[in-house]
Nanobody
Framework: QLQLVESGGGLVQSGGSLRLSCAAS????????IGWFRQAPGKEREAILC????????DFADSVKGRFTVSRDNAKNTAYLQMNSLKFEDTAVYFC????????????????WGQGTQVTVSS
């Protein structure tokens, strides 16, 4: 069973940057697409972006285009979310997730989930 653990969340001021990590264990991440999601207090979970395991394809939500970048290091079995130009409305619990298969899309059900890491952006 693939297990995912997020880290790197914290408090940052508006306009700042954070990098979140998603470390996998149990199985190699290589054949899995990795997605990032977030859930703000009182709101439904939102799909943000994803990256494929084999060809580097990505998909982005409009809310993060130009500010967030997704990447992965298969040698470390870890995926990353680089968040720049953070805004107050980016405050949320951020989750990484995975599904087995080629390509990448945020418009899909993901099978494996991490526990989430809190990102708080101050004004």
């Amino acid at each position: 069973q693939l297990q995912l653990v997020e880290s790197g969340g914290g408090l940052v001021q508006s306009g700042g940057s954070l990098r979140l990590s998603c470390a996998a264990s149990g199985l190699t991440l290589v054949p899995y697409a990795i997605g990032w999601f977030r859930q703000a207090p009182g709101k439904e979970r939102e799909a943000i972006l994803c990256i494929s395991g084999s060809d580097g394809r990505t998909d982005f939500a409009d809310s993060v285009k130009g500010r967030f970048t997704v990447s992965r290091d298969n040698a470390k079995n870890t995926a990353y979310l680089q968040m720049n130009s953070l805004k107050f409305e980016d405050t949320a619990v951020y989750f990484c997730a995975a599904y087995y298969g080629a390509g990448c899309t945020i418009y899909k059900a993901y099978d494996y989930w991490g526990q989430g890491t809190q990102v708080t952006v101050s004004s």
